[in-house]
């Protein structure tokens, strides 16, 4: 087993890491790889994350296959792969240690030579390089810590030409307290969302994609992948947007000294390319230069806030007095806190909407995820703390401002004033300036209220404040330009839409992507050209609020399916907090503009709807996965409460199809009339040594089910591996199912070969008929004239006492070779089997022949089967039997029934010559057919008759013989019956008999089903319920 008891050796340090090879090594030779010899030294081996403080043998006392804890065996590396890497499988713990040459090691005396530690292949050195950060690589890719690779550009994100141009406007408007309640609001949902952002950053280790990967890893690639291509989109245009922002303040500084280039409208399209081509050629320089860029705009934005707030300290000169600057002033400030509405835009959330872009850009940091050294700690930290610093930035801001500035200032020096003066309204009066005229006839050109550049007014140096409004838009535009191709990347990478893969391609050490570079900078400057971005803005900023609202969501969704997989290691943030932020997120998008908040949820409806349809093969382990168990758990649990009714009777089925690629038509049968109805559970029985069978049943799990998809039946595969037939499928009738979600049918083919199929097989077969009936389940078999077992080259085992696989030239049956398992990629990608129940029907007939009542089961498939859209056509006709002098009433009693159960079946046939004498030839067929299996014992003692029934229990006594004999011709004249009135049917379904367990053999009864059902062309359907009603014509 997994433990060698080995004589004490020294104690000796390593890898912590024992493989197959090794302990064969020590029987063999007689010498632990882990002693030291001659020239080396335990101690000197190259130790893992683990080993430094691992000992070998020491450590548990003994030998042993097991292995201590490594990081590299959880890494998702390709060295994982490598078997020497590894953690040993169970088998190698479990199952009786066997040299195995495709799984031996490294050999022992290189395990020697290096004290115990496998010399690193090329894979070893890929594995390190991902999963051991400690390790320097050929190429080491440019990687950021939180303060560079988050902070700084979160911050320069949300910095914008609001913060310079709106701020003192919106102040002036809503007064200091109702603006800092909106830049309080507005940071609300930001910092919900990088609460959630940390969260999900920190529930494992984050690649690139940004906001794509997180969002599509924790809900799914259909939401993830619809958010992931709008939000690169947005990045996109969001770089034109920032471009122009910039490029109109370059127009307005060459208006103002008379140096327009061409006119107002084209030279913001020149300068916006040209500025657009330069960011660009910063990107493609690296990461490395961008960031330096990054950080230039950042130094540039921090001079001029300290030069706007040393503006404010510095006294007041007439002409900043004459355009409303008077320094800090109590009143001035008590009158700024409170609003004054002016305007269109004069209202709260008129002037929130305004506002709440400039909050925005917490998503900058984890947009380039893939470029940080430690993203789980990186994206938590430096998102929180720029939030922090550009809320304190928009506070101190409005405060100090508006405790500066009056609202109104005509800027003309003729209106000093001495203090005092008569006729003189308004603050500015108590300091010498009367503004009455203008603010009166609501012409004044300077004050919070009317002068947009009232920051660069204050400051000490007016240009500064230009640089900085420079700073701001050119690194909002840099940093949406890295964005927008680092999302669309990892959105092409995973192929979920088509036409895009040839966007993902990576170049260099950092995977730059410059096919996505050059497509964002198409996009820019085509946005550019319209030099009129008003009608985008708003649709670009309910992208951004949809992103967050997903984000929130995405936190509260994996906090509330209680999933052992989400354990993040940030713990500050609230799933109820986060269901408030996606609400907040929704209706600030309707805010802000109503219809492009119903264009974005357009937008992402649709593209959900294509992945929906398209059902990438992706697992990501995604919430939503999670959701579903729990909502499946949650109603199974709750379905074991309710209690069983017949008008909520579902046929759950059951069904042996052993392969179920060998036997389609039997899957689309049952497939078709349970699909969005009831329970289909496929059962394959393997049979041979548990040991031999147990890998083929897994890795057949998996290729089934997946055929199972691909054929769009709703079904579940399940395997047991078992002795003989029997013995599975009453394990199967036994366990299948859970709660109230069990099967109560059992549906298998007709045993077509059972004349010369083992008499055991056929004794197990009948077997499973009785014990079905014993668990109290109803039985349907099918058989086809053309035979249900489809298959032409055995991939997988085949039950024989079904139907052996049959040969396409000679018929013969054969069966698998032992140990053969079917690969699930290639029975998925097979050649799908056409049959008749995948093709229309057309106005043909269902014939049923309800000879027995067995609870209505008889009625209710081909009624159930009747339903669907290939089968509507069908006209659906009722057989009874019957006496031919009572045949109108019996008639009227069948129809009447059937119309209670409202089943819909009008057209009724009795059957009076039911009993009639079948035609003399077919009875010498029904002999010659039981003849092979009779004893004969008419002429034998009773104690040898009794001898034979008990080495022959399949065969036919005489007596029994005898016993039987009106009920074998009750099958042969029925079989005349069914060809005469449905040798054209689309199907055939009647009530089979049933033999009595112990008293009629199994070839007897066999015989009957042959007689029953033989020479007919269409598929009959042998239905026979438990005696219990699934049919009722009550309301309650």
Known sequence: MAELPIPDLPLARCSGRFTISTLLGMEEGGRGPYTPTEGSSCDSAQPTHLSSSTLCTRTFGYNTVDVVPAYEHYANSKGVEDPRKGRPSLADLHSILKPDSGRLRTPVSDLQQSNGLPEAGPEAGLEEAEGEPGKDS????????????????????????????????????????????????????????????????????????????????????????????????????????????????????????????????NDIRIIGVITVTVLLGISLAGMEWEAKAQILFFLVILVSFINYLVGTVIPATAEKQAKGFFSYRADIFAQNFVPNWRGPEGSFFGLFSIFFPSATGILAGANISGDLKDPAVAIPKGTLMAIFWTTMSYLVLSATIGACVVRDASGSLNDSVAMGSPGCEGLACSFGWNFTACTQQQSCRYGLSNYYQSMSMVSGFGPLITAGIFGATLSSALACLVSAPKVFQCLCKDQLYPLIGFFGKGYGKNSEPIRGYMLTYVIAVGFILIAELNAIAPIISNFFLCSYALINFSCFHASITNSPGWRPSFRYYSKWAALFGAAVSVVIMFLLTWWAALIAFGIVIFLLGYVLYKKPDVNWGSSMQASSYNMALNYSVGLSEVDEHIKNYRPQCLVLTGPPNFRPALVDFVGTFTKNLSLMLCGNVLIGPRKQKMPESQLMAEGHTKWLMKRKIKAFYTNVVAEDLRSGVQMLIQAAGLGKMRPNILVLGYKKDWRTASPQSLEDYVGILHDAFDFKYGVCLMRMKEGLNVSRVLQAHVNPTFEAAEHPKNGTGSRAVPGTAVDPTTLASEQQASTIFQSEQGKKTIDIYWLFDDGGLTLLIPYLLGRKKRWGKCKIRVFVGGQINRMDEERKAIVSLLSKFRLGFHEVHILPDINQKPRPEHIKRFDDLIAPFRLNDGFKDEATVNEMRQSCPWKISDEEVDKNRAKSLRQVRLNEILLDYSRDAALIAITPPIGRKGRCPSSLYMAWLETLSQDLRPPIILTRGNQENVLTFYCQ
């Open 138 to 265: 050929v190429q080491e890719p440019v990687r950021f810590g939180w303060v560079k690779g988050v902070m700084i550009r979160c911050m320069l994100n949300i910095w914008g030409v609001i913060l310079y141009l709106r701020l003192p406007w919106i102040t002036a408007q809503a007064g200091i307290a109702l603006t800092w309640l909106i830049i309080l609001m507005s940071v609300t949902v930001t910092t919900i969302t990088g609460l959630s952002i940390s969260a999900i950053s920190t529930n494992g280790k984050v690649k690139s994609g940004g906001t794509y990967f997180l969002i599509s890893r924790s809900l799914g690639p259909e939401l993830g992948g619809s958010i992931g291509l709008i939000f690169a989109f947005a990045n996109a245009v969001a770089v034109a947007m920032h471009t122009v922002g910039f490029a109109e303040t370059v127009r307005d500084l060459l208006q103002e000294h008379n140096s327009l280039i061409v006119d107002p409208t």
